[in-house]
């Protein structure tokens, strides 16, 4: 006897089929239709879609969605997911509802897990970060201030990366003083300083520099570290290759550095971790092979690398370049 078909996974299929077929105007028909269902991956499903074709003109059907799974939402909508997903498409779609925003940095959804609670409502919260930054809103910085002090960490990441695309000179005085006051999670200084190196790279760049001491907590060294490398910009390399320069010793925790290098994924990155193989020492070779090696399909990198190591003579070396690169 053939298994009945769940019809929620009946609507999700019609859904998906609906989207391979790659008519916009009957892909926005049925999205417009699957917003009014009751079921929230139904509705999240849809609120993908109105985030991937930027369909503007469904805001107002999104609104009404999310504002239908307020009601009950720990068993309509656990875990947020449709919540999560309309709001993403309203921030896609350059929604300019403010109020909506403003009301959604506050909205909190405990859940019962094990005996206890947990907070499902963070990305929530994220997302209307995001969308009020990129509202015509002159008050914005007030309002995501206040996500600082958020007490989930993963919402205070999504503040500082909200402030960071707000109104430059307001979000840099921001971003400083949340730095100087620090967090109880260091990803969270750290997101607070690469983003000022984003906004303000020259100004900042000695601020930023100020932060790494002989005696700074060693977790928040490496965030730091990576969250430079990540952040892509010419003044967050010199910073970690100046670091790496002044000191004359290499220590185990100087090794972030280079690991900061990596992430930074530029030619100029790739160049300098080159040259750091080129100065000799086999250990900090390794370590740079093995970090590179997630670019193992980038052949001029392999050939650059391959070079280098030759000085060394080292079959073991050679070995595991050509064990992680070819």
């Not at 006897?1 to 859904?15: F, G, N, S, T, Y």
């Not at 417009?32 to 503007?56: G, N, P, T």
């Not at 250990?283 to 740079?288: K, T």
Request: aromatic share 8%; glycine share 4%; with cysteine.
């Amino acid at each position: 006897m053939a298994r009945k078909q769940d019809p929620v996974e009946i609507r999700l299929k019609i859904l998906r089929e609906e989207r391979r077929e790659g008519d916009p105007d009957e892909i926005r028909k049925k999205v417009r239709e699957a917003l009014k269902d009751k079921h929230q991956l139904v509705v999240a499903l849809a609120a993908k879609f109105c985030e991937e074709y930027l369909f503007e003109d469904l805001e107002p059907d999104l609104i009404k969605a999310y504002n239908r799974f307020l009601a009950n939402p720990v068993k309509k909508d656990p875990n947020c997911r449709a919540k999560e997903a309309i709001v993403r498409a309203l921030a896609a779609i350059n929604c300019q509802d403010v109020d909506f925003f403003i009301e959604g940095l506050k909205y909190r959804q405990l859940e019962p897990i094990w005996n206890d609670f947990t907070d499902t409502a963070v990305d929530v919260r994220v997302s209307c970060a995001m969308g009020l930054a990129s509202a015509s809103y002159p008050r914005a910085l007030v309002e995501l201030a206040q996500l600082l002090n958020d007490p989930e960490d993963q919402a205070r990441i999504g503040a500082v990366r909200a402030i960071a695309i707000t109104q430059p000179l307001g979000a840099e005085a921001l971003l400083r003083f949340k730095a100087l006051l620090g967090d109880s999670n260091p990803d969270v200084a750290s997101e607070a300083l690469a983003g000022l190196l984003q906004l303000a790279p020259q100004d900042s760049k000695e601020f930023v520099h100020g932060f790494f001491q002989d005696d700074m907590d060693l977790v928040l060294r490496e965030s730091l570290a990576l969250s430079l490398g990540e952040s892509k910009t010419d003044e967050a390399l010199e910073i970690l290759q100046e670091l790496w320069e002044n000191e004359p010793y290499k220590r185990e925790q100087d090794l972030v550095l280079l690991r900061g290098a990596v992430l930074h994924r530029s030619e100029k990155a790739f160049d300098w971790l080159i040259d750091v193989i080129s100065e000799g020492d086999r250990n900090i070779a390794l370590f740079i092979i093995e970090e590179l090696s997630i670019y193992s399909a980038n052949e001029q990198l392999a050939a650059k690398i391959q070079s280098a190591l030759a000085q060394f003579d080292d079959e073991e070396l050679t070995s595991r370049f050509v064990q992680l690169w070819q």
